[in-house]
């Protein structure tokens, strides 16, 4: 700018007559109004496009909250789908084959009856299970009888399948949930961290630690199991279900894993979102 004021005073000193000045300074000031109009045009365009693209990236955000929200709903239905099947169906079949056995217990002679026990007791075991497994899948049952009492009942469940011990630990003065369905959303991610537990960890402790805090709730669930290398771990089905569910609610998890060191799960739930 200095450079061009100097310029043109060099400039206006040269020009001989008065009017050759006023023509110099109109061309200065045409000049100088022209490159102001661009610079104002280049601002309000590179706003304008700035806008856009965030419209744009706004757009295709909600999109795909709207599409993880049909996908959450129809395995939500599914699962609840399944779950009738077990309790009504499959539960029916097995206490119609229980009863079957105790009638069929009473016709045979005594040496003959302790070989019917062990099948009988597993008879009894399975339908207990699969009425136990039907609740968790229902999630109008979860929401009737709470989010702790739910997680304890799975807990209780994988128990009794394979695991030495699995806890609930609870801390802080419990916070209602504002929006219910979130306790699913929640209770959900816990379901997909245990299935994997049971899956893939050959662990022996399951625990799961609830932490209320004023502004949110602070999950931490961990097995003692074999653990996996997270840096080389391919993504499967079960974390990008868990991921997807967790960015819905607006909650932060985080995966620790290591291999013979088990996995930790971490999920921050803000019950107020700013």
Not at 130 to 141: I, Q
């Amino acid at each position: 700018m200095t450079n061009f004021l100097t310029l043109f005073l060099t400039q206006l000193k040269s020009v001989s007559t008065a009017s050759e000045r006023y023509l110099l300074v109109y061309m200065i000031m045409v000049l100088i109004i022209i490159t102001s109009l661009v610079i104002v045009f280049f601002v309000v365009f590179q706003k304008r496009k700035n806008k856009l693209l965030l419209d744009r990236i706004r757009q295709q955000q909600a999109f795909e909250e709207e599409i993880t929200k049909a996908q959450t709903e129809i395995q939500e239905q599914t699962l609840k789908n399944i779950g009738w099947e077990l309790h009504d169906n499959v539960g029916q079949l097995l206490a119609f084959a229980s009863m079957q056995l105790s009638i069929l217990k009473m016709q045979v002679s005594d040496d003959v009856k302790e070989k019917f026990k062990d099948t009988s007791e597993a008879l009894k075991e399975s339908l207990k299970e699969v009425r136990s497994l039907s609740k968790s899948l229902n999630n109008e049952v979860v929401l009737n009888i709470g989010f702790e009492k739910s997680i304890n009942n799975e807990l209780d469940r994988l128990k009794k399948m394979k695991f030495a011990s699995a806890t609930l630990e609870v801390k802080g003065e419990k916070v209602e949930f504002n929006n219910r369905k979130d306790e699913i959303i929640i209770f959900r991610i816990i379901q997909e961290f245990l299935s994997n537990s049971v899956k893939y960890s050959e662990a022996k402790h399951l625990k799961i630690k609830l932490q209320y805090e004023p502004d949110y709730l602070k999950i931490i669930a961990s097995d003692d199991g074999k653990g996996f290398n997270i840096n080389n771990v391919e993504k499967g089905s079960g974390l990008l279900n868990m991921e997807s569910r967790a960015a819905l609610i607006n909650a932060q998890l985080n995966l620790v894993s290591k291999p013979e060191k088990g996995v930790q799960l971490t999920l921050e739930y803000p019950f107020k979102v700013t």
